[in-house]
Structure formats: structure tokens, C-alpha cells
């Protein structure tokens, strides 16, 4: 799991990438909470875009829990929510997790 707090701009941008890179995991499953972001541009969209292509070629996932309403809206509306599933909470993104390990 990643936590990420603050804005996801140009700044912030090689620290999330290098947060979210699963280059070396077999299979990766990653839920980043962003319960406390409060801006993101179109870095953390090409960042996100980018981690769903590697861990999806991986056979792995990637989910966005906690996107509060402004951050949820940007990701709603350039589709990532698409792409990658977004949850209400941390805790339901690991529940749906949990859910597919036991069937």
C-alpha cells in the first residue's frame, strides 16, 4: 500500500513514480490512499496511467482508495477510474482483495 498526502504535480511527480514502480514484483497488487490529496494535475494522471500499464502487464492491479471529491472528480473525468477501480476506503479496496483470494 502507498500512502500519499499533499499534491501530485511536476514537483511530486518522480517520488510517486518511483513509489508506484513494481518493476521487480511478480504479480503486483498496489492500493494507493489518497485520502489526504488535495490537488493533482495531469503528472499524477500520466503516473497513474503508467503504473496501470506495468502492473497490468505484470498480471497485477493497481486501486485508488479515499480520492476525496475534487481529486475523484479529475480522476472521474479523464476516465482513470476507467482503468484503474477507486474506492470509497482503504479498507474496501483491501476487502475486495481479500474477496477474490477466497474464491
Avoid at 15 to 44: E, K, N, W, Y
Avoid at 58 to 87: N, Y
Amino acid at each position: 500500500m502507498v500512502t500519499l498526502t499533499g499534491e501530485m504535480d511536476h514537483h511530486t511527480g518522480d517520488t510517486l513514480r518511483q513509489a508506484l514502480d513494481a518493476s521487480d514484483t511478480p504479480r503486483p497488487r498496489i492500493v494507493v490512499d489518497m485520502h489526504q490529496v488535495t490537488f493533482m494535475d495531469s503528472s499524477g494522471i500520466n503516473i497513474f496511467v503508467a503504473c496501470h500499464q506495468q502492473v497490468s502487464e505484470a498480471q497485477g492491479w493497481v486501486r485508488i482508495a479515499g480520492a476525496q471529491q475534487p481529486v475523484l472528480r479529475i480522476v472521474e473525468l479523464v476516465g482513470i477510474d476507467a482503468l484503474i477501480t477507486c474506492h470509497p476506503s482503504v479498507e474496501q479496496a483491501l476487502r475486495r482483495h481479500l474477496i477474490w483470494l477466497v474464491r
